[in-house]
């Protein structure tokens, strides 16, 4: 492979197939929007809670986590879609499994966020 030299625009346009690539997921994936809308209510609880810099570290860390496996999910939907457009149930398991991963990932988000957020309701009740 040959080595080549560093180029502030290629390394742009690196950033921008990326953004390219978070644009169309959110267009077309429901449930990324939905992850989105759910970060934000996190983030505003979070200001309104006024949580510690760990807590803050542990939300970052689980959205960001949810997030990318749902874009990574996404991905996995439109790569089996390309290569086999007809029903076949090796597909249906691939995507399966990848929906499995954001599920569990996102019940570890869950669980993270009550363990961090049910102490400051309880106080404010």
């Given at each position: 492979m040959v080595q080549k030299h560093f180029s502030v625009a290629v390394w742009f346009k690196r950033f921008q197939y990326a953004g390219n690539g978070l644009i169309v997921a959110v267009k077309t994936q429901q449930n990324l929007?939905?992850?989105?809308?759910?970060?934000?209510?996190?983030?505003?609880?979070?200001?309104?809670?006024?949580?510690?810099?760990?807590?803050w570290l542990v939300v970052v860390l689980v959205i960001g986590g949810v997030i990318t496996a749902e874009l990574i999910n996404s991905a996995i939907e439109f790569l089996v879609d390309l290569v086999s457009p007809e029903y076949h149930p090796l597909a249906g398991k691939i995507k399966d499994i990848?929906?499995?991963?954001?599920?569990?990932?996102?019940?570890?988000?869950?669980?993270?966020?009550?363990?961090?957020?049910?102490?400051?309701?309880?106080?404010?009740?």
């Open positions: 929007r939905i992850h989105l809308f759910a970060a934000v209510l996190v983030i505003m609880a979070g200001f309104i809670f006024n949580i510690t810099i760990a807590e990848a929906a499995g991963a954001v599920l569990i990932t996102a019940i570890v988000a869950l669980i993270a966020g009550l363990l961090i957020f049910l102490p400051y309701i309880i106080h404010a009740l």
